[in-house]
C-alpha cells in the first residue's frame, strides 16, 4: 500500500515537471496525497522525510527559495526510494544453463549481416538474390545467421526454403543441430519435416528415438519425413510395413519410399502388391523407381509380360494398357539386360501398335534412349523404317549420338525427299529440331566460341542446309547455316523481306546469320526494318535485338539516334541512345571486321 502512494506520487511529480513547479503551490491532486504520507511517516522516518519535502512543494513557508529546486529535491527523493524497492527476479522456475558445441565465428561485422537477416525473416521481392549472394560472399557463417537460417525453412517463398535446405543448413554440419531441435515442433508442417530429415543427416542411428516418436505422434508432414527415413534401417521394416495400411493417403505413400529404400522381400512384396492390385499404383510407382532390389525388377517385368499378352490376345485392353504403361514408368533408369529385352521385345511387337497403346509406344521409346547403352541404341537406330516410321524421331536421335555426321544424312536425308510420308517427315524434322542449335545458342557461340563451344556445338552434316533450304524448312536453315553460301544467303534474304518486324524472333534471327556470314547489306537490311517498323511500343531490348544494333556499322550512329526518338519507353530510348554513341566511337578496323574482334567489342560493351 505504500509503495502505491509513491508510485501515484511520482505520477504527479512527472506531471508538474511538465507543467511547470510553480503550479504545485496548493495544487489539490497533491493535498489528496499529503495526509496518507503524513500517518505512514509516524511509523517510518523515509515517509516522514517525503512529507516534508512535499509539504515544501505545495505548502511552501519560505517562498523566496526557487519552486524548481524544491521539486527537484522531492523528485531525487522519491526516485531514490522507488530504486531500491525493484526486483530483480525472474517469475517462474530456474533452469540450468545448456551450452552448444557450436564453433562458428562471430568476425563479420553486423552491417553486413543485417540486410541478410533482413532478407531472411522478412517478406518481399528480391530477397532471394541477396540470400544468394551473401551465400557466395560466405556471410551464412556467421553465429548470429543461423537461427535466422534455420527459420527460413518456414519461408512462404518455396525457392528460399529450399535453398537454405539443400544448400545452406548442410554447410553448418553439426553446429546447425542445437538451432534445428530447438526449432523442430513433432506437430508443425512440412518445414518440420525438413528440420527433421536435417537433422538425421547429422545424427543418424544416433536419433532413432526422435525419429520414432515423429512417426507415431507427429503431424502428417513429421510422420511422413520420419517414415522415409526409417526406410534407411532395416530394423524398423515391421513399422513400416504397418504404415503403408495407414488410411491417410500420404503416409503411405511416405511408406512406400521407405520401403524403397530398405528393399527387402517383405518390402518388395508389398511395393509390388501396392504395383498391381492395390489403389496406389501411381504412388507405388513413384517409389518403385528408386528401388535398387533387382528382385522388385524382375517382379515388374513378369508383369508387364502378362500385360503385353493380354494387349495382344485379350478384347478389353484398357486395362491391360494402364498396368503396362505403369510398369513401364516403374523400369525407368533401370540398366538391367532384361529390361532392354523386354522393350526390345514390346517395340517389335504388331499387336502392341494400335493408337490406344500410344503412350506405351512412345514411353518404352522413350526408355530405350534412356538406358543409354550401346546395345540399346543400336536397336533404336533400326526402328527407322519399321511400323511405317513412327519411330523415325527415336531413332534419329540414336543415331545422331552414335553414328558419325556423314552416316546420319546418308541415313535420313531421303525421308525428306519421300512427299508422301508426311507423318515420318514431321516426326523426323521436330527430332531434327532437338538438336539443332536456337539462335540464342549460336549468339553465344559466336560471342564466346571458348566457353561455348562444347555446350552448343551440332555435329550435323552441312549438307542439311541446303535440303532444309529445298523444302522450304525455314527455321532449320537460319538454325544450322555457319558459312557464308550464295544460295542460303539468297533464301534468307528472301524470307526475311516477309513482313521484317523487330519484334520478332525470326526476323532478328535471320539477320544474325546474315551479319554472321558477311552479308554486305545485312545493316541496311536492320535499319530499314527499325525505320518502317512500329516498333515504339517496345518495353525491353532482348540480348539477340541489342547484339544486332551493335552490329550496325558506325554510319548508321545517327540514323540509330533517329530511330531511338521514336520509342515510348524511356528506358528503351535511353538504351538504343546508348548504343548509338558507342557505335559512333567504334574503332575504324572493327567496322569491317568479321573474326573474333568485333564480337570481342561487342561483348566488352554488354558485359
Known amino acids: 500500500m505504500s ?3 509513491l508510485f ?14 510553480r503550479m504545485a503551490e496548493g495544487d489539490l491532486r497533491l493535498k489528496k496525497i499529503l495526509p496518507q504520507l503524513q500517518k505512514l511517516g509516524e511509523s517510518a522516518a523515509v515517509f516522514k522525510r517525503v512529507a516534508q519535502a512535499f509539504i515544501d512543494v505545495v505548502e511552501p513557508t519560505d517562498k523566496s527559495e526557487g519552486a524548481a529546486a524544491k521539486l527537484l529535491d522531492l523528485s531525487t527523493l522519491l526516485n531514490s526510494i522507488l ?8 517469475q517462474g522456475d530456474s533452469e540450468e544453463v545448456v551450452g552448444t558445441t557450436i564453433a562458428l565465428s562471430t568476425k563479420i561485422p553486423y552491417r553486413k549481416l543485417s540486410p541478410v537477416i533482413e532478407a531472411l525473416t522478412s517478406k518481399g521481392q528480391g530477397r532471394m538474390e541477396r540470400i544468394n549472394q551473401a551465400y557466395e560472399e560466405h556471410l551464412l557463417k556467421d553465429f548470429r545467421v543461423l537461427p535466422a537460417v534455420v527459420a527460413a525453412l518456414d519461408d512462404s517463398y518455396a525457392e528460399i526454403a529450399d535453398f537454405v535446405s539443400q544448400k545452406v543448413i548442410p554447410e553448418y554440419g553439426e553446429d546447425a543441430l542445437p538451432v534445428l531441435l530447438k526449432q523442430y515442433d513433432l506437430n508443425g508442417g512440412r518445414a518440420h519435416g ?14 532413432m528415438e526422435l525419429y520414432l516418436q515423429a512417426a507415431r ?33 500420404e503416409i503411405r505413400n511416405a511408406a512406400y519410399v521407405g520401403l524403397a529404400k530398405l528393399g527387402t522381400d517383405k518390402a518388395v512384396d508389398r511395393l509390388y502388391r501396392a504395383l498391381t492390385t492395390g489403389r496406389d499404383r501411381d504412388n507405388a510407382v513413384a517409389a518403385i523407381q528408386q528401388c535398387e532390389a533387382a528382385s522388385l525388377t524382375h517382379k515388374v517385368i513378369d508383369n508387364a509380360e502378362v500385360a503385353l499378352e493380354q494387349i495382344v490376345s485379350a478384347t478389353e485392353k484398357e486395362e491391360p494398357i494402364k498396368q503396362l504403361l505403369a510398369d513401364l514408368e516403374c523400369l525407368d533408369e533401370k540398366q538391367q539386360p532384361e529390361v532392354l529385352d523386354f522393350l526390345k521385345k514390346l517395340l517389335s511387337t504388331p499387336g502392341v501398335m494400335i493408337p490406344a497403346a500410344e503412350n506405351i509406344q512412345e514411353k518404352a521409346a522413350q526408355l530405350l534412349l534412356w538406358m543409354k547403352l550401346p546395345e540399346a ?15 523415325i524421331g527415336y531413332s534419329f536421335q540414336a543415331a545422331y549420338t552414335t553414328l558419325t555426321a556423314d552416316e546420319v544424312y546418308e541415313r535420313f536425308s531421303k525421308e525428306l525427299r519421300e512427299p508422301k510420308k508426311k507423318m515420318v517427315k514431321d516426326l523426323l524434322i521436330a527430332a531434327i529440331h532437338q538438336v539443332a542449335p536456337s539462335s540464342y545458342q549460336q549468339l553465344a557461340l559466336v560471342r564466346d566460341p571458348v566457353s561455348s563451344d562444347e555446350e552448343y556445338i551440332h555435329k550435323l552434316d552441312p549438307r542439311w542446309v541446303h535440303l532444309f533450304a529445298e523444302i522450304d524448312q525455314e527455321e532449320l536453315v537460319w538454325s544450322l547455316a555457319e558459312k557464308p553460301d ?74 540509330l539516334r533517329v530511330f531511338a526518338d521514336g520509342f515510348n519507353y524511356l528506358s528503351v530510348k535511353q538504351q538504343t ?10 574503332p575504324e578496323e572493327l567496322v569491317t571486321e568479321k573474326g573474333t574482334g568485333l564480337w570481342g567489342w561487342i561483348k566488352n560493351k554488354m558485359s
Open 3 to 5: 509503495i502505491a502512494i
Open 217 to 249: 505422434e507427429g503431424s502428417v508432414e513429421v510422420r511422413m519425413s520420419a517414415i522415409e527415413l526409417l526406410g534407411n534401417y532395416p530394423a524398423q521394416e515391421s513399422l513400416i510395413l504397418e504404415q503403408a495400411d495407414d488410411k491417410k493417403k
Open 577 to 586: 541512345l546508348e548504343i548509338a554513341e558507342q557505335l559512333a566511337e567504334k
Open 486 to 559: 550464295k544460295k542460303i544467303t539468297a533464301y534468307l534474304v528472301r524470307k526475311f523481306q516477309v513482313k521484317p518486324k523487330f519484334r520478332t524472333h525470326r526476323s532478328n534471327a535471320i539477320l544474325l546469320v546474315l551479319f554472321r556470314s558477311g552479308y554486305k547489306e545485312a545493316p541496311e537490311l536492320l535499319m530499314t526494318m527499325l525505320e518502317k517498323d512500329t516498333a515504339n511500343n517496345i518495353y525491353y531490348l532482348d540480348e539477340l535485338q541489342r547484339t544486332l544494333l551493335y552490329l550496325l556499322p558506325r554510319s548508321y550512329a545517327d540514323r
Open 83 to 90: 530504486y531500491t524497492q525493484g526486483t530483480t527476479e525472474v
Open 194 to 207: 525438413r528440420r527433421l530429415t536435417l537433422v538425421h543427416e547429422l545424427l543418424r542411428e544416433s536419433g
Open 377 to 391: 541404341y543400336e536397336f533404336a537406330v533400326g526402328l527407322q523404317e519399321v511400323f511405317n516410321g513412327r519411330f
Open 8 to 21: 501515484d506520487l511520482q505520477l504527479e511529480v512527472r506531471r508538474l515537471f511538465i507543467a511547470g513547479s
